[in-house]
């Protein structure tokens, strides 16, 4: 089946450093990339589209300055998280999609201190 | 904009009952409508996809149905085990998928 794997799965820095977070399809290509965050108790919410090739599609309310996103290859994404605040703090989950519906990677935990 | 709901909430029942839980989605123009299952601090877990075109799908102890007209999806679990306490979300979508906020689910022994 279809493996997307996102690396690193826990990540702990200091307020105001970057923090890249990767999404790879491991088994399929894909054109089309998605990131989401949940916090504490929440739900998943849609935060960015990433197309190959081209800029990401950012939801209403996300900065797209703040979560630099890029997809250089059919079969990676990355995220950065730019000078990262507490508030930045949260669990990320990338989904590639593919030819039935979209596959998710296992997360990545984000803790600013 | 496409508005997924799940209820309830939350959910507790005793081991062995069987159980629905509930999802409605206000655009009915979906491709597919999926249900995973998240165990806390972890990622998601795919339970059930229902393309479009499809009114239901089974695994194991699970059903999920789709009516697309009205907007709703329901998954059923037969039989409740303790090891299906978790929360369980709800996707639907098109070009992307929409989450509800989930029902956590606890069975008790």
């Known amino acids: 089946g279809a493996v997307v794997s996102q690396h690193p799965s826990r990540v702990i820095c200091k307020s105001g450093t970057s923090v890249k977070i990767e999404c790879r399809s491991l088994?399929?290509?894909?054109?089309?990339m998605f990131w989401y965050r949940q916090f504490p108790k929440q739900s998943l919410m849609l935060m960015a589209t990433?197309?190959?090739?081209?800029?990401?599609?950012?939801e209403q309310g996300v900065e797209k300055d703040k979560f630099l996103i890029n997809h250089a290859s059919l079969t990676l994404s990355t995220l950065t998280v730019t000078s990262a605040h507490p508030e930045d703090s949260s669990f990320y989950i990338c989904?590639?999609?593919?030819?039935?519906?979209?596959?998710f990677g296992p997360g990545t935990r984000l803790l600013v201190l | 904009k496409q508005e997924v709901t799940q209820i309830p909430a939350a959910l507790s029942v005793p081991e062995g009952e069987n159980l629905v839980l509930n999802c409605s989605f206000t655009?009915?123009?979906?491709?597919?409508l999926q249900w995973f299952r998240q165990d806390p601090g972890k990622g998601l877990t795919s339970l059930l996809l229902?393309?479009?075109?499809?009114r239901e799908q089974t695994s194991g102890r699970l059903n999920a149905s789709l009516d697309k007209s009205s907007g709703r999806s329901t998954l059923y679990i037969a039989a409740s085990q303790p090891g299906d306490s978790a929360t369980y979300l709800c996707?639907?979508?098109?070009?992307?998928?929409?989450f509800g906020k989930g029902t956590k689910l606890t069975v008790n022994p």
């Open positions: 229902i393309q479009s075109s499809q």
């Open positions: 996707g639907a979508g098109s070009e992307k998928l929409v």
């Open positions: 990433s197309n190959e090739g081209s800029k990401a599609t950012y």
């Open positions: 989904s590639a999609r593919g030819k039935e519906t979209q596959y």
């Open positions: 088994d399929f290509q894909a054109t089309t």
């Open positions: 655009d009915s123009a979906i491709y597919n």
